[in-house]
């Protein structure tokens, strides 16, 4: 009797462990997903002001094209290009900013600080991410993890070269 009550707590001990990994593991894929759709939002509202940047009077003719094509490509592409993408209008936009910008007007001057700020917005939101998607990806080593499927069907969550660079 006492052995089945001994058997019966350990069963009932074990449930229970695996059913708090997976609802960690579900916690922190949930973290992942919003970490990135936050990111995503910030680096949308970047190519925004990098194409009202491009069509300011601060860009020369050839810097405007550039960076118009740059936040372009940052816009619309797919997940697998995205990090080139980001990769290029960060280096677009280092260019044009490096050039200086003293003659800038008041409102060149108010897009440039949006985009100073905005610049700050994503590296702490990349910060985020990053910290999210190694959480995660920590928990799903685990041999429990992996031995009882508790992560489901989830892809496992990555980090993108862009998150390295420095914006």
Same mark, same amino acid.
Request: aromatic letters at 6%; hydrophobic letters at 50%.
């Given at each position: ?6 058997? +019966? ?43 009202? $940047? ?9 810097? &405007?094209?550039?960076?118009? +094509? ?8 797919? $997940? ?19 050039? +200086?910008? +003293? ?18 917005? $994503? ?11 190694? &959480? ?27 998150? &390295?660079?420095?914006?």
């Amino acid at each position: 009797m006492k052995t089945a009550l001994t058997l +019966g707590f350990l069963l009932l001990l074990a449930m229970w462990y695996l059913s708090f990994l997976a609802t960690r593991l579900d916690r922190l894929h949930h973290r992942v997903e919003t970490s990135w759709a936050n990111l995503d939002v910030l680096l949308q509202k970047r190519a925004a002001v990098a194409l009202e $940047i491009a069509h300011s009077d601060l860009a020369d003719p050839a810097s &405007s094209m550039l960076l118009t +094509g740059a936040a372009y490509q940052a816009r619309d592409a797919d $997940i697998q290009s995205r990090s080139m993408a980001e990769s290029g209008l960060s280096g677009a936009l280092g260019l044009l900013l490096s050039d +200086g910008q +003293g003659h800038a007007t008041e409102l060149e001057q108010a897009l440039l600080r949006e985009l100073s700020f905005l610049t700050e917005k $994503i590296r702490i939101a990349i910060a985020i991410h990053t910290d999210a998607v190694s &959480s995660t990806q920590m928990v799903r080593k685990k041999l429990v993890v992996r031995t009882f499927r508790l992560a489901g069907t989830a892809p496992l969550p990555v980090t993108y070269e862009f998150e &390295s660079d420095v914006l």
